[in-house]
């Protein structure tokens, strides 16, 4: 299949179309019309064959997360999802792998009301690129720059199923039959958190998404919003799947370093604690508060009453 009817056939015409799309694929650029009052918000996100996905992952679930973790960068700005474009490098077309990564990439597409507007396809060693393009009201973006001494420290879901998943996958860990399935599951299938980024506008005072792990992007927002914190290890939540197949240790190492949870961690003053309450249970997501932002530019996990170091650190991409 030559490149134009590969594009025509597994990607052109499928998925969301929204009426703010006034030129998809096929031409040189696609155009679309911003709403009124909105600002534009952008990211990138590429996922390389043997670097962030297994070359036995099936294809159906690297699309799907493809395009969920570029959607989990635009829910920690709180944007509604709007238009993408993908980059598609490929050793060769093979028509079943492509039938399976389209249709779980319009799965999640589908799912957020995100339109595939462009993009390009090539030969070479298998990679995806997604840009992702979405819609904030003006000033109203969380960032990480807003954190200040005295706010909470929250984050939505549960931390490390995805880690433990990777392991389970990768023949380092062995589960029971019940959960293999689940922390399998939460690896391939992460759920970006896009209403609760959206409900936490006006609310928290900063937002990330948790891709490289706990330890390392709570540092992020400690770096941009020049302040520290303190996370009382015992109270990061743990699913009864992690707690069952790993000691305590290991649960720890999982939820603090494992990375790509794709969960949202955020700051709240305390004035707003009575709103999130109330935002986030609209959203029907469960979020857990686990420390504190102070003045001093230093991060402290807590157990126990003691300092603790974890025995693991964040992804690092070089």
Wanted: aromatic share 8%; hydrophobic share 40%.
């Amino acid at each position: 299949m030559k490149e134009f009817q590969l594009i025509d056939h597994f990607f052109n015409g499928r998925g969301h179309l929204r009426k703010d799309v006034k030129l998809g694929i096929g031409d040189d650029c696609a155009l679309v019309q911003p709403a009124e009052h909105k600002s534009i918000a952008i990211s990138c996100d590429t996922l390389v064959e043997n670097v962030h996905f297994l070359p036995d992952m099936p294809a159906q679930a690297l699309g799907y997360k493809a395009l969920a973790v570029n959607l989990s960068d635009l829910a920690a700005m709180g944007a509604e999802p709007a238009w993408m474009t993908l980059a598609l490098t490929l050793p060769e077309a093979d028509d079943t792998w492509l039938e399976q990564f389209s249709n779980g990439l319009f799965e999640a597409a589908d799912y957020y009301m995100i339109s595939l507007v462009g993009g390009d396809t090539t030969r070479g060693p298998r990679s995806i690129t997604i840009t992702v393009n979405g819609q904030i009201p003006e000033g109203k973006a969380l960032t990480r720059g807003g954190a200040r001494p005295g706010d909470w420290i929250y984050v939505t879901g549960s931390l490390g199923d995805s880690a433990l998943g990777l392991d389970i996958l990768q023949h380092k860990r062995q589960v029971r039959t019940e959960h293999r399935e689940y922390l399998v599951n939460r690896h391939y299938h992460p759920t970006p958190r896009v209403l609760a980024g959206q409900s936490l506008r006006g609310i928290a005072s900063s937002a990330i998404d948790l891709s490289d792990g706990l330890y390392s992007d709570i540092q992020h927002v400690m770096k941009a919003s020049g302040v520290g914190a303190v996370i009382e290890v015992e109270q990061l939540p743990l699913s009864q799947a992690m707690r069952d197949s790993v000691d305590s240790e290991a649960a720890r190492n999982y939820a603090l370093c494992g990375g790509e949870d794709y969960e949202l961690l955020f700051t709240v003053p305390e004035a707003q604690r009575g709103a999130l309450d109330v935002a986030l249970s609209h959203a029907g997501v469960k979020f857990t508060k686990i420390g504190q932002i102070y003045a001093q530019q230093k991060l402290t996990l807590m157990l126990a009453g003691k300092e603790y170091v974890p025995t693991a650190s964040g992804f690092q991409h070089f």
